[in-house]
């Protein structure tokens, strides 16, 4: 019978979630979606040692943020919960007595300095068939000496009992069946009683079987764990549930070979991790895509294509479309490159998507950051105002740059524009310039322009250097968008009063 679709992502709750974390997350969601199947999200924390505070909320956060929707997890509950694993030890503890009762498992007591001389003594040593009668353990030792430890307490694990000589084949769907001989494995710890935890390869088994998970999707550094998770199914008896594998290829360095990381983030400038990050224990603070401005919808089109394409050259895709289109046939077994100026690229086009009405909503907060109260504009005013520049832009904040002439007037002129464009007779100019102006009945760019053009041509004047001394007055600069654009917007009274303060105001080069 074919089965329901479930996938899992499973982070530990460690730290901030990385790109590269977000990335298998969105491969899991379009594959679920796609398929008609549940997405669950399994908090994975047995490893007590490397717990972190907040980075539980951090990864909710961050999925809602990318709407990345969860059908069952802490937070949304679900019918094979508890979904974090710490609140599961009762469903480890048994499943541990099952393989320890049907010998597949055995009792450990090596202490670490034991394990320690082991390691000194033989070079390359392996927990495994070929040493383990020599060792500390339930098969090794006689059975009353066993049952004399566990009554004094001694601390144990219970490590998984491999024996060699078995080809053991992992199906992954990028990769096609990928064997390995038992041999090389050693016998896993699985469970340890000192915090009466199982190790994150047991809990990951008996989790996906009983969770009903039908594809494990994660990042390639699991692969060498694949092996032993075939070799735990079997054990268990769950064969013929056994998930399909497909472990993702890893993000690279944008400049380079090697795993991306956060370094190479802060060496280049881009954020490794979807929001802003708090260290809770030094304070220090790392940059999230969300506060440096990126939409959500860019962030998710731009990881979706790293690592996988619709099969021809689409580029721009929204998150219904990906699920429309998502398969792992198009999927890249190499590394893809962290290409994070095509991120800014994407975020780029995606603003060109939003109404000037949405982006100026979402440029009042910088407005406000610059000094500049959006109150004491209409809202209509900065929505024209920002339409006009928005072609100009990767992020919001670079709106300030481009559109703050509309909120403030030149304050300086820029020295390399008036040195190339204001002269002598320029205030005579410009003088002229401003009578023209306020002879017109109608301010608009499409009845100002022909006017204005028409007085150039009659004087015989420049063109080039009396439009650019306008522009100069009125912007501060030589940028910025058409000039009768700027000065409709403005209004024939401002336009004319900044003319003049340019006049009274820039100083002829020397
Ligand atoms: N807890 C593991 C992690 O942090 C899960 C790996 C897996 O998906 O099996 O990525």
Redesign the pocket.
Known sequence: MERKVRV?????P?GPLHIG?VR?ALYNYLFARRNGGDMILRI?DTDSQRFVPGAEDYINESLAWLGIKIDEGVREGGAYGPYKQSERRDIYRSHVKMLLDAGKAYLAFDTPEELEAARAATPNFQYDASTRMGMRNSLALPAEEVQRLLEEGAKYVVRFRIEPGRDVTVDDMLRGPVTINSRVLDDKVLYKSADDLPT?HLA?IVDDHLMEVTH?I??EE?LP?APLHVLLYEAFGWADTMPRFVHLPLLLKPDGKGKLSKRDGDRLGFPVFPLEWHDPKSGAISSGYRESGYLPEAVINFLALLGWNPGDDTEIMSMDRLIELFSFDHCSRSGAKFDFEKGKWFNHKYLQEKSDDELAQMFKPVMAANGCDPAAFDDSYIARAVGMVKSRINFVSDLWAQARFFFVEPESYDAKAVKKRWSEEMPRIMSELIEVLKGLDDFSSAAAEPVVLGWIADKGYHLGNVMNAFRLTVVGECKGPHMFDITELLGCEETVRRIQKGIDSIKLPQ
């Open positions: 899992r992502f499973a982070p530990s460690t974390g298998t994975e994150y990951n494990v994660r990042g699991w764990s």
